[in-house]
């Protein structure tokens, strides 16, 4: 396929997923209007959609359409094959975020909402979550968890790092940071508050974003590079780790970060896989030790149409 029959593929292919959102969406608001339950995984839609605009609006640069998408397209094609290089993500930070934000927080979000409902977390809500998200790009992910966050634990400070072999989306992620953090976002966290009051698993907080950041890591480079040194220092404080579209994009089980991650991640915690590729999560799964957690298979549903894995740590 030529650049250009890519462009209007992937033209095509958004404009089905944003109207799809868009229904769930609305179904939220009629519900409301209705005094009805609102469902959980449409709420996602709803939360992702009034959140995203939000942040747009405080956006500082808008990237223009042309060169963008090629530039797109190009991460896309190596990240296909993982050989996506950081001078090609630099070149695409702006379009990629404009394209996968929305996205990525209904996903997350939705990918927590059917978790607990086959392995229950609730209990990691106390007190202050501490959520990692590697290989994390502008931060997308880690906005999903904090919304599911507020809507459904009983969590009182949010802390996000977002991890990542690419420096350039550090300026995105703080400025995602700053924007939910400053007054201006009270208004867009009530109505999605107002939203959670009118699904059943709603659970009243008063959630303090206290930072989202970012950091480096290279899920090619081994526990002992300097570049991983933070996410080796840290790795057993997080209670939530999300691997989003980034395994089999960087073909991370061939190297040994990934294992020593999951080795090393804190008893109690959650990691979160989304992919593509069935053939990542069994990867995953082949790694493990059997015993020391609990898992399940995330998504391929009506309601959850993402592939996925989630896995509790036993021991
Ligand atoms: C498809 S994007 C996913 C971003 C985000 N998690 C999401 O779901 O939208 C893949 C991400 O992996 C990052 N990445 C690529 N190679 C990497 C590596 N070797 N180590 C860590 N991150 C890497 C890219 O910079 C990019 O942010």
């Given at each position: 396929?030529?650049?250009?029959?890519?462009?209007?593929?992937?033209?095509?292919?958004?404009?089905?997923?944003?109207?799809?959102?868009?229904?769930?969406?609305?179904?939220?608001?009629?519900?409301?209007?209705?005094?009805?339950?609102?469902?959980?995984?449409?709420?996602?839609?709803?939360?992702?959609?009034?959140?995203?605009?939000?942040?747009?609006?405080?956006?500082?640069?808008?990237?223009?359409?042309?060169?963008?998408?090629?530039?797109?397209?190009?991460?896309?094609?190596?990240?296909?094959?993982?050989?996506?290089?950081?001078?090609?993500?630099?070149?695409?930070?702006?379009?990629?975020?404009?394209?996968?934000?929305?996205?990525?927080?209904?996903?997350?979000?939705?990918?927590?909402?059917?978790?607990?409902?086959?392995?229950?977390?609730?209990?990691?809500?106390?007190?202050?979550?501490?959520?990692?998200?590697?290989?994390?790009?502008?931060?997308?992910?880690?906005?999903?968890?904090?919304?599911?966050?507020?809507?459904?634990?009983?969590?009182?400070?949010?802390?996000g790092v977002c991890f990542d072999f690419c420096d350039s989306w550090g300026d995105i992620v703080s400025q995602v940071s700053s924007s939910l953090i400053s007054?201006?976002?009270?208004?867009?966290?009530?109505?999605?508050?107002?939203?959670?009051?009118?699904?059943?698993?709603?659970?009243?907080?008063?959630?303090?974003?206290?930072?989202?950041?970012?950091?480096?890591?290279?899920?090619?480079?081994?526990?002992?590079?300097?570049?991983?040194?933070?996410?080796?220092?840290?790795?057993?404080?997080?209670?939530?780790?999300?691997?989003?579209?980034?395994?089999?994009?960087?073909?991370?089980?061939?190297?040994?970060?990934?294992?020593?991650?999951?080795?090393?991640?804190?008893?109690?915690?959650?990691?979160?896989?989304?992919?593509?590729?069935?053939?990542?999560?069994?990867?995953?799964?082949?790694?493990?030790?059997?015993?020391?957690?609990?898992?399940?298979?995330?998504?391929?549903?009506?309601?959850?149409?993402?592939?996925?894995?989630?896995?509790?740590?036993?021991?």
């Amino acid at each position: 396929m030529g650049v250009n029959q890519r462009l209007q593929a992937r033209r095509h292919k958004n404009c089905l997923i944003d109207q799809e959102r868009s229904n769930r969406s609305e179904r939220v608001r009629l519900c409301i209007e209705e005094r009805k339950e609102v469902l959980d995984h449409e709420l996602s839609a709803f939360a992702a959609q009034v959140t995203w605009k939000f942040l747009k609006s405080t956006w500082e640069v808008e990237p223009g359409q042309k060169d963008d998408d090629k530039d797109l397209i190009d991460f896309f094609r190596h990240i296909m094959t993982a050989t996506v290089s950081q001078e090609v993500v630099s070149k695409a930070v702006l379009p990629y975020t404009m394209d996968k934000f929305e996205t990525r927080i209904d996903l997350m979000f939705n990918a927590l909402v059917q978790t607990e409902q086959l392995l229950s977390f609730s209990d990691l809500g106390n007190g202050t979550l501490h959520v990692a998200s590697v290989g994390g790009g502008p931060g997308n992910d880690l906005v999903g968890v904090y919304l599911y966050v507020k809507c459904f634990m009983a969590s009182s400070e949010f802390h996000g790092v977002c991890f990542d072999f690419c420096d350039s989306w550090g300026d995105i992620v703080s400025q995602v940071s700053s924007s939910l953090i400053s007054p201006s976002a009270f208004d867009v966290l009530e109505k999605v508050d107002n939203a959670a009051r009118w699904s059943a698993r709603y659970s009243p907080s008063n959630l303090l974003l206290s930072k989202l950041e970012f950091s480096v890591c290279d899920l090619k480079l081994g526990p002992h590079s300097s570049v991983n040194s933070n996410i080796v220092r840290d790795i057993d404080l997080f209670d939530i780790i999300c691997f989003s579209y980034v395994l089999f994009e960087t073909a991370a089980h061939e190297y040994t970060l990934l294992s020593y991650l999951l080795d090393q991640c804190k008893v109690g915690s959650l990691t979160i896989i989304l992919d593509l590729h069935t053939i990542t999560m069994n990867r995953v799964i082949d790694m493990i030790e059997a015993n020391r957690f609990q898992q399940t298979l995330l998504g391929s549903t009506k309601e959850f149409r993402f592939k996925g894995l989630a896995l509790r740590k036993l021991r």
